[in-house]
């Protein structure tokens, strides 16, 4: 994958938004894990849907306010290693990405020095991993098939935390995150940069995964063919905590309610989506209400699929 890789403000080391150590059992399982994870039907499955959702949300911002995602200064943050969609908004728009993890194109010792440096152990054996396993190679095969394209575009990423970002004032025409702000422990402090960096009359569009959604233990089975193994909502029941797999990533706690009460106070006027959890979904949710558990959670919250954030900065918030 071509990609211009700027290390900016990577400073000391940078905590990824995974959480911490797992162990060498725990890493080991992991790794198993991320090759069942990343088969190659599912990868070319992933890379559709991706290119559909960032399509859907060309869509959106267009509707609603007449805003073509075309020739503009677009920020996403946190594209993950496969830079998907970056890669997608990378062939009408000038974008940059940022994330806490570093991101290395191909096997440059000199780039997993730097990895280990500002992600540490964990981070750089996983992705030396899973580069070893043609993973990454079957990602950059598929985005060039799907978009049609003889080469991937040059991208340009800064490692970077999004609560503390180093780009000036009025930086961007657009500002995306998918499934990043949840796993931050004070999302507050990336919402007050990302209205900072927004241009008056730019639009934000974030994507959160709720906690009390049905996935939101993110055992990491509940990604791959064991998922029936992952009984309903057992981060949220006591009596089965102990028997989820350790996630990869941090998710913070924080209930529909507050995060609608946090986008309101620092974007007046956002809008909100909220989709839904299946038909099997809502049984279960039912059932377990009906057997006293899990009373303290509605039905929309442990229904809860993707939550999404839409505001355009008006000229007063300049």
């Known amino acids: 994958m071509n990609m211009l890789v ?25 790794t198993t894990s991320l090759y069942r994870l990343h088969s ?3 990868i070319s499955d992933r890379v559709r849907m991706r290119i559909e959702d960032a399509r859907r949300v060309e869509d959106r911002v267009r509707e609603r306010f007449g805003l073509e995602l075309r020739d503009l200064d677009l920020l996403e943050i946190g594209p993950g290693q496969f830079l998907m969609q970056l890669t997608y908004f990378a062939l009408r728009n000038r974008v940059v990405g940022v994330d806490r993890d570093m991101i290395v194109s191909g096997f440059k010792p000199f780039g997993y020095t730097a990895m280990l440096g500002t992600n540490g152990a964990r981070r750089t054996l996983k992705t030396i991993g899973r580069k070893l396993m043609g993973i990454d190679r079957r990602y950059a095969s598929e985005l060039l098939g799907q978009l049609k394209l003889e080469r991937l575009p040059e991208l340009t990423l800064y490692p970077m935390d999004v609560c503390e970002m180093s780009f000036a004032r009025d930086s961007f025409d657009f500002v995306y995150s998918r499934s990043v702000l949840h796993s931050l422990p004070h999302p ?53 905590q102990g028997a ?72 007063d918030n300049s």
């Open 40 to 42: 190659k039907d599912d």
């Open 188 to 240: 507050a402090n990336a919402l007050d940069e990302i209205t900072r960096v927004l241009r008056p009359g730019g639009v934000a569009y974030i994507s959160i995964h709720p906690f009390t959604s049905q996935t939101g233990c993110l055992d990491p089975r509940i990604y791959t063919d064991q998922r029936h193994e992952v009984q309903g909502w057992p981060h949220l029941r006591p009596h089965l």
């Open 6 to 30: 700027k290390a900016r403000n990577a400073g000391p080391l940078m905590k990824s938004y995974s959480s911490g150590s797992l162990g060498f059992v725990g890493f080991l399982r992991e």
């Open 244 to 315: 989820i797999e350790k996630p990869n990533v941090y998710l913070n706690k924080l209930r529909l309610s507050d995060w609608q009460r946090l986008f309101a106070s620092k974007m007046p006027g956002v809008e909100f989506t909220l989709s839904r959890a299946d038909d099997s979904a809502l049984e279960a949710a039912k059932n377990l209400h009906r057997q006293g558990e899990l009373l303290e959670y509605s039905l929309e919250e442990l229904l809860a699929g993707e939550f999404v954030a839409l505001w355009k900065k008006s000229a």
